[in-house]
């Protein structure tokens, strides 16, 4: 029997944090031993924000490097560069014209995104179209299960509209996928304000931890990260700061964060978070050092393997998408 596939992706805008391991990345290590995995670096993305050229280039084989050094094998999975393989943009223009400005308007992360330029004018049009890009991303392998954080659940709901949408206009052609998000690590929130996502772009560098920070500033972050105004340990939304250290460390010991909670019920905040910080070098240390000895030529030659793999399987899917479309192929 034929496994099923997963697609998933991270832009390389910026350094990859605990927020995109234990919302994403972590899982893929896993599913990838059950599923026909494909894992993009989605640089394309990456570019609906202004990015320079040279930095651009470096972060994209970063965060390949670190797909590998956290576990991906590219003996089990397809890991690959967006902008390597024409098919995504070219489906992305063919699911443009079956989408409603409507659908794109009222997405999370685009008001989140725009609300940042000075006025509504000035918002880029690739800003307003990234969802058509992650859902030509996603429809064009034929994938069933996508493993994100929270924050995607949107953006794949549109996949699906629109995948719906051309079957129904033009046949049976795409795959109608499913999310796959694990309540574990769906969201974790910046370390200096827990009311909103822990996040590449967010200004302080205190917001995050980033994967290959060195052991003395992970525990620095910790140590300074915002805590509850009201002592004692506990697992309760009235405490939305320690939540979201709980949570973390429940992501990365496996112990339910109402244990740990416990565990700690009788210690201040300073003893919490210096173990805390301790678990979490620990935890990152393994990948740090795997990717330390990983080379820049082994990258180069999976990204160029993966991109022919990736090409493959996206020429026969938009062969078919334009035939169904009427174009003469
Ligand atoms: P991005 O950094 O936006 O490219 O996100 C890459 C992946 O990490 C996506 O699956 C996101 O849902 C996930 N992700 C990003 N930030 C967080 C976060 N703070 N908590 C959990 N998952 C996250
Ligand atoms: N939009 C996703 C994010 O920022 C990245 C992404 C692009 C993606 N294409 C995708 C994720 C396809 C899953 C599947 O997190």
Redesign the pocket.
Known sequence: MNKQRIF????P??N??L??Y????KNWIKLQNDYDSIFCI?DL?AITVPQTPQELSKKIFEVAKLYLAAGIDPGKSIIFVQSRVNEHAELMWLLNTITKTSDLTKMTQFKDKSAKEANFESVSAGLLNYPILMAADILLYDTNLV??????LQHIELTRKLGRKFNQQFGETFVIPEEFIRKE??????LDNPLD????SASSEYNRINLLDSPEIITKKIMKAITDSEQGIEYSDQKPALKNLLNIFSSITNLTPEKIASTYKDNGYKEFKEDLAEAVVDYLKPIQERYNKISDETVKKVLDNGAARARKLAQIKMKEVKKKMGMII
Do not use: F, T
Request: hydrophobic share 30%; glycine share 22%.
């Open positions: 998933s992706g991270i832009q805008s910026g990859l944090h927020g995109n234990l919302g994403a990345v989605v993305h493993p994100v954080g929270e924050d995607q690590g769906k969201r974790i929130m910046g996502k822990m996040s590449k």
